[in-house]
């Protein structure tokens, strides 16, 4: 299943899928399909919000100004909400942010 399809200011087309058995977030590139996309925040975790995805106005991610792409997810080991950043780009690192508890 695809959920919350949205648009790069790139071109490329990022969505959340359940492809891996988790919500997790997918990179299309602009040039490419469905076939060439990649998981590009493989986590055991779910990208999808705490709203179930038949919602219209949920979405996992967002695309900030200066082309970086914010997602948040709860990490469920430790329980901790967890903020990723990550480039637009073909292979993109992601940059992990995390609460502590207490």
Do not use: K
């Not at 997810?73 to 690192?93: E, K, N, W």
């Amino acid at each position: 299943s695809v959920q919350q399809p949205a648009f790069s200011p790139s071109g490329a087309l990022y969505f959340i899928s359940d492809e891996s058995g988790f919500w997790n977030l997918y990179r299309a590139p602009p040039d490419g399909g469905y076939a060439s996309a990649v998981n590009v925040l493989p986590r055991p975790t779910d990208f999808g919000g705490g709203s179930p995805g038949w919602q219209f106005g949920q979405q996992g991610f967002a695309f900030l100004q200066d082309g970086r792409v914010v997602a948040t997810y709860v990490d469920r080991g430790s329980g901790q909400s967890r903020l990723v950043l990550l480039d637009d780009v073909a292979a993109p690192t992601p940059s992990e942010f995390g609460s502590e508890e207490g």
